[in-house]
């Protein structure tokens, strides 16, 4: 069963998000699958980076959504300095400063997966100063920590981060 193991509302960006992006309908986690199984050139691109990092050093996968196309955006990345350039091959979102809800969710990974979303959504609702502020350019993302796939056994720790504004 999965568990929330920490939360915090915090001042998030600006930051260049850089990448490989897929859209595909909601629920197409085999491709995104395949997109992590295949990143290890995408990581090797913003390794060279370095001067650009950030204090958010995890990889992640952000998720937008196209609206129009009815798809899930799905980027295999690193949040980095806003005037990054861009390796050729790779795509990039700027996102703009905001505050963000982040929380580490441990468990087993495909109930993990699935659960850390609505856990993380649910300690939002809890929240009196804080709102979700969704938008299509954020919807969330998957923070994969050196502890998200566990050497021995099932367990595993994922971070997963939704976009938050103050109440007024």
């Known amino acids: 069963m999965p568990k929330?193991?920490?939360?915090?509302?915090?001042?998030?960006?600006?930051?260049?998000?850089?990448?490989?992006?897929?859209?595909?309908?909601?629920?197409?986690?085999?491709?995104?699958?395949?997109?992590?199984?295949?990143?290890?050139?995408?990581?090797?691109?913003?390794?060279?980076?370095?001067?650009?990092?950030?204090d958010e050093t995890s990889d992640i996968a952000y998720l937008n959504w196209d609206a129009e196309k009815g798809l899930l955006g799905y980027t295999v990345g690193r949040f980095m300095k806003i005037?990054?350039?861009?390796?050729?091959?790779?795509?990039?979102?700027?996102?703009?400063?905001?505050?963000?809800?982040?929380?580490?969710?441990?468990?087993?990974?495909?109930?993990?997966?699935s659960e850390a979303p609505k856990l993380t959504e649910e300690a939002i609702k809890?929240?009196?100063?804080?709102?979700?502020a969704w938008s299509e350019k954020f919807v969330g993302a998957e923070v994969y920590?050196?502890?998200t796939i566990a050497k021995e056994g099932i367990h595993s720790v994922l971070g997963y981060y939704i976009p938050c504004k103050k109440v007024k």
């Open 83 to 113: 005037n990054t350039p861009i390796p050729d091959g790779l795509d990039y979102i700027d996102i703009p400063a905001q505050f963000v809800a982040k929380s580490l969710v441990s468990g087993e990974f495909s109930d993990m997966i």
């Open 4 to 54: 929330l193991e920490k939360f915090e509302i915090a001042e998030f960006g600006p930051f260049r998000l850089i990448g490989k992006t897929l859209y595909a309908p909601p629920h197409s986690g085999e491709l995104f699958g395949d997109l992590w199984g295949n990143s290890k050139a995408v990581f090797a691109a913003i390794d060279k980076l370095a001067g650009y990092s950030t």
């Open 126 to 132: 809890k929240q009196d100063t804080y709102t979700i």
């Open 145 to 147: 920590t050196k502890d």
